[in-house]
T-cell receptor, first 112, second 111 residues
Framework: GESVGLHLPTLSVQEGDNSIINCAYS??????FIWYKQESGKGPQFIID?????DKRQGQRVTVLLNKTVKHLSLQIAATQPGDSAVYFC???????????FGGGTRLMVKP | DTEVTQTPKHLVMGMTNKKSLKCEQH?????MYWYKQKAKKPPELMFV???????INESVPSRFSPECPNSSLLNLHLHALQPEDSALYLC??????????FGEGSWLTVV
């Protein structure tokens, strides 16, 4: 079936460095993508989204890049901080219905 | 304000108990969701309500029974659960079915 997956289960970065978390998707009908941050013991928190008619979208310290040709999504975090330590999920939503398909998650660990 | 409120935060129940999880949002969102999340796994969709009607049931066992009393409230009734049902249960809502906002979840332990 269709799936959304991640390349790396764990990413360890030095505080102040930039982080890049990657995600591959297989549903070519996907037209909306979301990145969520989930801290330990909490629910997923919306970070940033992007629609399929865009290649790049920027937020505060975060940038999402979408490459539809290779069905690849990435989240870039600038100047990573200890508070960024969490599990990051990408999710895709096709116009077919009110549901998200989640990737497997990447744990980001920030070293002081 | 994108707030979805869930109660209780923690629940321990026996396999013969009947309990309920509650969810509330006042953002005017018309779609509400229940997700189940096991440790180190992504959330898995259980149910979707759209305009207070059940629109998606992802083949969830009948021991989980959702209810949507009105557009702001969503309940999940639990009965005769198994220990493997222990998980984080997440409620979420969405205005148009695209951006979905999650609550903090209810941690359920079945003993």
């Amino acid at each position: 079936g269709e799936s959304v997956g991640l390349h790396l289960p764990t990413l360890s970065v030095q505080e102040g460095d930039n982080s890049i978390i990657n995600c591959a998707y297989s549903n070519s009908a996907s037209d909306y993508f979301i990145w969520y941050k989930q801290e330990s013991g909490k629910g997923p928190q919306f970070i940033i989204d992007i629609r399929s008619n865009m290649d790049k979208r920027q937020g505060q310290r975060v940038t999402v890049l979408l490459n539809k040709t290779v069905k690849h999504l990435s989240l870039q975090i600038a100047a990573t901080q200890p508070g960024d330590s969490a599990v990051y999920f990408c999710a895709e939503n096709s116009n077919a219905g009110n549901m998200l398909t989640f990737g497997g998650g990447t744990r980001l660990m920030v070293k002081p | 304000d994108t707030e979805v409120t869930q109660t209780p935060k923690h629940l321990v129940m026996g396999m013969t108990n009947k309990k309920s999880l509650k969810c509330e949002q006042h953002m005017g969102h018309r779609a509400m969701y229940w997700y189940k999340q096991k440790a180190k796994k992504p959330p898995e969709l259980m149910f979707v309500y759209s305009y207070e009607k059940l629109s998606i049931n992802e083949s969830v066992p009948s021991r989980f029974s959702p209810e949507c009393p009105n557009s702001s409230l969503l309940n999940l009734h639990l009965h005769a659960l198994q220990p493997e049902d222990s998980a984080l249960y997440l409620c979420a809502s969405s205005l148009r079915g695209d951006t979905i906002y999650f609550g903090e979840g209810s941690w359920l332990t079945v003993v």
